[in-house]
């Protein structure tokens, strides 16, 4: 059977001529000329217009961790999607915006309904119980196989793996929470099971945050004021931050509109990017890895120049009340005097002042500039002090966030309109506030994981290699249990699940877990496309993507879910395709072969957990503070839908919610939704306190240090210090004192890049075509290794090699090179480059701190390649069966 032939779609089967029509309508509404668009030449404008008259606008779902949450509407004749468009929901103003989507939302048909979906339960050629031939994961042929055949070698791997070795010889990969997974509930009741966990994305702001009181609402990017607030600010400085690439949806608006109010902006970047273009903003080009010395100097530079009559810089009404550490007379109990941080910026006891100078040696920036800065932010200035969070993505850059709030706490900007201080990101970018729309709940009962192992990210391909890792406590990302004091434990793994996660291809050491793949006896891997994890898996498990699912929402979050004044509800677009099926129904299948009951796993199916997360979703009332049911419920909706509820009186009818695809909070100047962070501790502190040890901003924390320390990966103090990043600027140099550098000359920084959404939408054509990938190279940098834009270029250091062609500009600072994060790895096995040039595969493979992800500090050589590399849109795409 071909693979056109197994296309369900309303119920009935795709012919071959469907197929190529389906193709062709596929194309309709994109100007993109590539190879997989020309039949859009045989369709006249008179049938796309009957079509658009006759089809049906379906609120699809946008659902990939992109920074934004956007409404994405299908058109669909037939069971087929022939155009796309984005939110008109309402009138579109600058107060109350239309959710937008971009040009990967867009592309979204091209992803669904794609020819490199993977369309049926696959197994390695030479795969067999306990392994098979190993070497041959990344290069073997796949053979097509039964779900009941894929379940049951699965199911008697992980019997015999439990057997012989334990469940602790299992690892679920399963991204941000293993606990949350489909797949973790079955493995849960089955025994148990190895879990990893990362700071991911976040760096040092998983853990430092909460520690220190640099946190508000619960979550770390809610220290900022909220998008009407911006508009006050007179100065805003941006540190590691691309809200056009990386936060899409409307937050590069909020930050325009702040602009368009009269604000001026400081960009602190290695890269002048889109968004400083866009913003006009004044370019402090600082090398990766380096903002501790940076705003340290910023410190010293504010102490020395403070006049409290003439100059006022330094709020130290604010520094006494609300802030304990900063001086001798304001330090924790139990802690020396001559450890605070102001006798350490000033070189009081170590005779080494951390001024301009010493400051701008390291970071790059000019010693004047860093004066200027001080100057800028000082306390009488509105200024709002913004950090994306790729300067944490950095080695030993645990008290970063610490020192950030430092800063801000020194210049008085937090608790006051006009004034903020905190890290922004993603889709809450320059819109800080608890949700207006909080999401529903779909009720289902936990199932706890009888195993605690859990491996940091950054030990776990060597774990699998070598069988040693440090456990410091069970729980996933951010968990407060995570970060426990360290134990070395003998790990053996032979099983790596691989369920609702791209790890392999995100995690730090790819070439080690390359290596770490080909060891164990058995890899499964859910996917939609043969991504790298599916690439070494033995047996792969088709997966149906939320444009085939019943419905679903997105957004109503804190974070990572939807701006604050929105939640977003998508419907099925299509049936299922191929033989691909929800990860809910791999998981419960599984269980059957596993002697588990399928009820045990999941109480009650799909369309009642989808009713049970709507009747639960709340909006904020007028008043600004309470809350109530966003949708309303009748006994008609509940016979439609077939579950069982009541009725409930909400702002939305159910089909309305359904129809508009989308619920968003009107706002407007003067409501009663706004947010100033940290407003009532900062009036009084006393009766407000914040949740750390001493209900203040801890400039010095012994917590946050006894807490890094005791996890054994490397040592901290309790103020923030300037450490010697591992792999970063200053180990570029053989000699330091000599300025001789070494081996590996040149930083790299891993950018987000808008052709992708971390590594999803890799395979697209139409963004490969408009987005090149290259690895961006300062002139300077360029004229020296006697390279010309577009020569291919081997970027290479002791964990691995890659191959990109070269876009040389002026917007990157010599002795800098950028590598745009999440390409799909390409290795050639013959020499062991990597020609997708995946920016993990020359990242290292060891934990720092709190264990922190290390993607930005990392350090490589650059040399002119012989051979052309093509361009990725001239690659064959990765179609099996």
């Not at 950054?458 to 410091?472: C, P, R, S, V």
């Amino acid at each position: 059977m071909s693979y056109v032939d197994s296309i369900g779609v309303n119920e009935k089967k795709f012919n071959r001529r469907d197929f190529l029509k389906a193709a062709a309508l596929t194309a309709a509404s994109t100007s993109v000329a590539t190879s997989d668009n020309t039949l859009i030449n045989k369709l006249s404008t008179k049938e796309v217009s009957k079509d658009i008259d006759e089809g049906q606008w379906i609120t699809a779902a946008c659902w990939h961790n992109c920074g934004g949450r956007c409404v994405n509407k299908a058109l669909v004749k037939e069971g087929i999607v022939i155009r796309q468009k984005t939110d008109d929901t309402h009138s579109d103003s600058i107060d109350f915006p239309q959710q937008r989507g971009c040009l990967r939302g867009r592309s979204q048909r091209k992803q669904v309904f794609g020819a490199d979906r993977l369309k049926y339960p696959m197994k390695r050629k030479h795969w067999k119980p306990g392994g098979g031939d190993k070497n041959l994961r990344g290069q073997d042929e796949w053979e097509r196989i039964s779900w009941d055949e894929a379940f049951n070698y699965i199911s008697d791997e992980l019997k015999k793996t439990k057997k012989e070795s334990g469940n602790n010889s299992i690892l679920i990969s399963a991204g941000w929470n293993s606990a949350i997974t489909d797949i973790s509930r079955t493995l849960g009741l089955f025994g148990g099971y190895t879990e990893c966990w990362n700071t991911n994305s976040f760096g040092s702001w998983s853990l430092t945050p909460a520690t220190v009181g640099f946190m508000q609402l619960g979550v770390w990017d809610q220290t900022v004021n909220d998008r009407f607030d911006l508009r006050n600010c007179d100065t805003i400085v941006m540190i590691s931050m691309n809200p056009a690439w990386s936060a899409m949806g409307s937050s590069t608006l909020n930050y325009l509109q702040a602009k368009k109010a009269g604000a001026q902006f400081i960009a602190i970047d290695p890269m002048y990017n889109e968004t400083h273009n866009l913003l006009e903003a004044k370019w402090l080009p600082t090398r990766p890895s380096t903002d501790t010395a940076l705003l340290l100097g910023v410190a010293h530079s504010l102490l020395v120049m403070d006049d409290p009559i003439h100059q006022p810089l330094i709020d130290w009404d604010f520094l006494s009340k609300c802030t304990i550490g900063f001086d001798a007379d304001h330090m924790p109990d139990n802690m020396k005097k001559e450890d605070n941080f102001k006798d350490y910026v000033l070189g009081t006891y170590d005779k080494q002042p951390k001024n301009a100078k010493w400051a701008s040696d390291i970071c790059g920036v000019n010693e004047n500039e860093i004066k200027q800065l001080a100057l800028t932010i000082g306390k009488n200035n509105k200024v709002a002090i913004l950090c994306g969070m790729a300067s944490a993505r950095t080695r030993n850059s645990d008290n970063l966030p610490q020192l950030i709030m430092t800063i801000g706490a020194m210049t008085g900007h937090m608790g006051k309109s006009g004034h903020m201080t905190g890290s922004t990101m993603h889709c809450t970018s320059g819109n800080g506030g608890p949700a207006l729309v909080k999401a529903g709940s779909k009720g289902l009962p936990a199932i706890l994981n009888p195993i605690d192992d859990t491996i940091n990210a950054n030990e776990l391909w060597n774990a699998i290699l070598d069988g040693k890792y440090t456990f410091t406590g069970q729980g996933s990302f951010a968990s407060p249990t995570q970060y426990s004091k360290g134990e070395l434990r003998n790990i053996n793994i032979k099983v790596i699940y691989h369920a609702a996660s791209a790890l392999l291809q995100t995690n730090d050491g790819m070439a080690r877990g390359i290596e770490a793949h080909k060891k164990v006896d058995l890899v499964v891997a859910h996917g939609q496309f043969l991504t790298t994890n599916a690439k070494y898996a033995d047996i792969v498990l088709p997966i149906i993507t939320p444009w085939e699912q019943f419905g679903g929402f997105l957004g109503g979050n804190l974070i990572h879910s939807g701006n604050r004044e929105m939640i977003i509800h998508y419907s099925q677009v299509t049936n299922p395709l191929y033989e691909a099926k929800s990860e809910q129904w791999i998981a419960k299948e599984l269980a059957k072969k596993l002697g588990i009951s399928e009820k045990d796993v999941y109480p009650f199916d799909e369309k009642q957990q989808y009713f049970n997360e709507l009747t639960t979703i709340q909006v904020v009332n007028d008043d600004g503070k309470t809350y109530s049911p966003l949708v309303t419920i009748t006994e008609e909706d509940i016979k439609e839908l077939g579950v069982i509820g009541k009725t409930q009186k909400g702002k939305i009818s159910y089909k309305k919610f359904k129809e508009n695809g989308v619920y968003q909070v009107e706002r407007f100047q003067g409501d009663n939704f706004g947010y100033i962070a940290y407003e009532k501790f900062r009036k009084n502190p006393d009766a407000y306190p914040l949740t750390t040890q001493t209900g203040k901003l801890e400039i010095c924390s012994p917590t946050l240090a006894q807490k890094v320390n005791r996890m054994g990966f490397s040592t901290i103090k309790a103020i923030p210090t300037y450490i010697n990043v591992k792999d970063g600027y200053v180990d570029t140099f053989e000699n330091w004192q000599k300025k001789k550098k070494g081996k590996y000359p040149f930083q790299l920084i891993t950018p987000h890049y808008l052709r992708r959404s971390h590594s999803v939408f890799d395979n697209i054509k139409w963004l490969q075509e408009a987005w090149k990938n290259p690895i961006f190279i300062n002139a300077y940098d360029a004229k020296i290794k006697n390279l010309q834009d577009g020569d291919t270029v081997l970027v290479e250091n002791e964990y691995g090699k890659v191959l990109r062609n070269a876009l040389v500009t002026e917007c990157l600072m010599p002795g800098v090179v950028a590598l745009p994060h999440g390409a799909w790895s390409d290795v050639d096995p013959k020499t062991g480059i990597d020609k997708g040039g995946a920016d993990n595969t020359l990242s290292g493979q060891f934990a720092t701190g709190q264990g922190v992800s290390g993607y930005n500090s990392c350090i490589v050589n650059i040399s002119k390649f012989n051979d052309q590399l093509i361009n990725d849109v001239k690659k064959p795409q990765r179609i099996v069966l």
